[in-house]
């Protein structure tokens, strides 16, 4: 049975309270919690699995040495995820930009045989990869985390109205990408 928001918001919070208090398997419980979604999202942002894992590893690293700075009034994921989706920018402003196909995210197409699938990975993750960083984000955390307008505005600390302008245009750019590429 999955976890209701308002139950994983408290055990985020004892695990928080347990690792401020040192005990060190409440920081795996964080980590064993958050490890593939903060990858995941890294991920999709960076489009490399190399620079994903250097995210992922960052994030937690920051997140425990910063736990200190966590308001329990909030949601952690909303903290967590904010700070994987500034660092993922970050390192994007540290390299240059450059998707070789080993580079590709992981994408999942259900429901299409595994040749196709791979075509349709591959057209969408160059697509989501030529979106500006800020717009990638939007899309990341709407369709490959499911996060709500309400959510997605708390971590990337913007407007409501600003995320569903930045969805609208990023959709808008990707739909004409994708359908210039078939073409």
């Keep these: 049975m999955e976890e209701t928001p308002a139950a994983a918001d408290e055990q985020d919070r004892v695990l ?3 690792c401020l208090e040192g005990h ?11 490890q593939k979604r903060l990858f995941n999202v890294a991920l ?14 960052t994030v937690f690293l920051n997140a ?19 700070m994987t989706v500034n660092e993922s920018l970050n390192m994007l402003k540290r390299r240059k930009r450059t998707v070789t196909l080993e580079d590709e995210p992981d994408l999942r197409a259900p429901g299409i045989g595994p040749d196709r699938a ?47 302008s930045r969805l609208f245009t990023a959709r808008e750019r990707l739909r004409f990408t994708l359908r210039e590429r078939v073409h």
């Design 44 to 57: 999709r942002m960076l489009g490399n699995v190399q620079d994903a894992e250097d995210v992922t590893q």
């Design 118 to 164: 791979a075509e349709v990975e591959d057209r969408v993750g160059k697509a989501l990869m030529g979106l500006r960083p800020d717009d990638r984000a939007v899309v990341v955390l709407r369709h490959f985390v499911s996060f709500s307008y309400q959510e997605i505005a708390d971590v990337l600390e913007i407007p409501v109205r600003t995320v569903k």
């Design 16 to 18: 928080v309270k347990r």
């Design 64 to 82: 425990f040495l910063k736990l200190e700075t966590y308001d329990p009034r909030f949601r952690f994921f909303s903290w967590i995820y904010r």
């Design 24 to 34: 060190g398997d409440a920081a795996s419980g964080l980590v064993d919690r958050y």
